[in-house]
């Protein structure tokens, strides 16, 4: 049983920074890309960020070019998504999502094979 665990969401006020964790289990994320992606209410789910399976390669959607990192720990299995100087308009369901790709990463969800469950980051005052 492959699966994806997203946690770390939570309601924060702008300007707020919050970690988001992927957690994986019953499968080893070394050959997988993994990719960010969040959906708000009445909008498509888009793309965030995605990392390569090795780590040393990263891309973002410039919404969030210059707030948020993603990183990843293979030893750990798992995937993080910092989030900084966070906006309301990142209020959205975030999920974290594997394909299996030896190198690059894509920034479309169609492409990704296994889905977290997701994890509600709210940014409210």
């Known amino acids: 049983q492959l699966q994806l665990v997203e946690s770390g969401g939570g309601l924060v006020q702008p300007g707020g920074s919050l970690r988001l964790s992927c957690a994986a289990s019953g499968f080893s994320l070394d050959y997988y890309a993994i990719g960010w992606f969040r959906q708000a209410p009445g909008k498509q789910r888009e793309a965030v960020s995605c990392?390569?399976?090795?780590?040393?390669?990263?891309s973002y959607t410039d919404s969030v070019k210059g707030r948020f990192t993603i990183s990843r720990d293979n030893a750990k299995n798992m995937v993080y998504l910092h989030m900084n100087s966070l906006k309301t308009e990142d209020t959205a369901v975030y999920y974290c999502a594997a394909q299996r790709l030896n190198s690059g990463c894509r920034m479309a969800s169609w492409q990704y094979d296994y889905w977290g469950q997701g994890t509600q980051v709210t940014v409210s005052s």
């Open positions: 990392i390569i399976s090795s780590g040393d390669s990263t």
